[in-house]
């Protein structure tokens, strides 16, 4: 038997093994549904499945870095485990805070991670170094406080006075060590960690209570939270909190684990590109792409990350310019196409690309349907959509998922496998 016959069969009685469990008498329940739909005259199956759950063995605590429209690390987990063996490489051309090279790497796969957003190498590549927590307060204790420092832009609205010196003052510290060439992996998860700290609605964030820490608001917007609430940002502890996450992160890491995301991470390859043109990929050279692609002009990456940028010293307009925003589904297909022929290239014969869409515009638009001809036109041979339907549960309920609508969530993926 083939790998892909293999592949559709596994998933069948997957799916039904996990229809038994969940088939619970008087609920909506979990129905597994196997369905064959006709795109471009060409017979695809949809296997329709809570393929993971939230109740699954526990993710990684290392991959609790907050993203817009990021995934569970379940899904990329789903995917590695079925389509790749150690030691294979494992791609994400869309790789946000890196879900799936974290997982990859987690699983002693090798690791390419791409997104044309710069951010998302700050917040992935550190964690393939995860430091002891002793070298961390070391490193923080040599940054001294300089109280004269002053923003380019007034953002008092969010940070106390002393708290804004503590964020100029480590902000500078990292840039100075950049600029000389002396950055190093405690420098770069500092950087990391305090770029996630920012902003969030807790205590454990630098700011006073605004958005999830994903999404920064105008400092216009946050004039009008702080007036409705009736708060002025009260002094934070910046390299406390920055200790207490780190410990937070590493708090599940096992020794193994630690040890291949080091080896991952030194054969990695991080870079800041269109996803439709990454020269550095060799040909042939990739196992398995599990990716979630910006979706229309759905998430405005720039309004959520102009705050992010400014603490890294990155230049928001020029990078906003790149990030593709389609407004319509035939432009949104024209760029995914042309990610489709070098995401051909650079798969191996008989490797795999698992594209996952989420359900938007009230599911008025099914992206999935629209990617299965982008795959065949580049020369892949689709082996079926698979839908994970999540009832919803309080620990799904957190930020960075999409679809969070009447209950559910649903994440759509599209399996291609190149031929031999
Ligand atoms: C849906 S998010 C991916 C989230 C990721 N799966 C995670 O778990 O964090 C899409 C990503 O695509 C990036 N992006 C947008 N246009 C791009 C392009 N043309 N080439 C490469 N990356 C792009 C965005 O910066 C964003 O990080």
Redesign the pocket.
């Known amino acids: 038997m083939e790998f892909g016959d293999e592949v559709a069969s596994h998933l069948q009685s997957f799916a039904r093994e996990e229809a038994h469990k969940h088939s619970n008498p008087g609920s909506s329940g979990n129905v597994t549904k196997i369905q064959n739909i006709f795109i471009d005259g060409i017979e695809i199956t949809k296997y329709v499945s809570e393929f993971w759950t939230s109740k699954q063995r526990q993710a990684s605590s290392i991959h609790e870095i907050s993203?817009?429209?990021?995934?569970?690390p379940q899904l990329?987990r789903f995917f590695i485990e079925l389509l790749s063996n150690e030691d294979d490489t494992i791609y994400?051309?869309?790789?946000?805070?890196?879900?799936?090279v974290v997982e990859a790497g987690l699983l002693g796969r090798k690791i390419f991670s791409?997104?044309?957003?710069p951010?998302?190498e700050i917040l992935t590549r550190s964690r393939f170094v995860p430091p002891v927590i002793g070298d961390v307060a070391e490193r923080l204790s040599l940054i001294s406080i300089d109280k004269g420092l002053v923003p380019e832009m007034d953002l008092s609205i969010f940070f106390h006075e002393k708290t804004l010196s503590e964020i100029l003052s480590i902000r500078k510290h990292l840039c100075g060590r950049k600029d000389s060439g002396d950055e190093d992996d405690i420098d770069r998860w500092i950087a990391m960690v305090a770029t996630n700290r920012l902003t969030g609605h807790s205590s454990g964030f630098f700011s006073v209570y605004t958005l999830p820490p994903n999404q920064a608001v105008s400092l216009e917007s946050q004039k009008k939270i702080n007036e409705v609430r009736g708060q002025t940002p009260e002094y934070r502890n910046t390299k406390e909190i920055i200790l207490r996450k780190t410990n937070s992160l590493l708090r599940n890491l096992t020794l193994g684990q630690k040890a291949n995301l080091k080896v991952a991470g030194r054969s990695g390859l991080f870079i800041n590109?269109?996803?439709?043109y990454t020269p550095e990929i060799g040909s042939n050279s990739v196992q398995l792409t599990v990716?979630?692609?910006?979706?229309l002009n759905i998430?405005q990456?720039s309004k959520d990350n102009w705050l992010r940028w400014w603490f890294n010293s990155l230049d928001g307009d020029k990078i906003s310019k790149?990030?593709?925003?389609a407004k319509t589904v035939e432009q949104w297909s024209t760029?995914m196409g042309s990610?489709f022929n070098e995401l051909y290239r650079v798969t191996k014969p008989k490797g795999w690309v698992a594209f996952?869409v989420g359900e938007i515009r009230n599911r008025t638009v099914n992206l999935d349907e629209h990617v299965v001809p982008l795959g065949h036109s580049a020369g892949f041979e689709c082996h079926g959509i698979l839908v994970n339907f999540q009832e919803f549960t309080k620990t799904a309920n957190i930020w960075?998922i999409r679809n969070m609508k009447s209950g559910t969530n649903t994440n759509r993926i599209v399996m291609f496998q190149k031929p031999n």
């Open positions: 993203y817009r429209a990021c995934f569970k990329p994400d051309p869309f790789s946000g805070r890196g879900t799936t791409n997104d044309v957003n951010l998302s590109q269109n996803a439709a990716t979630s692609p910006p979706f998430v990456y790149h990030i593709t925003m760029v990610v996952e960075g």
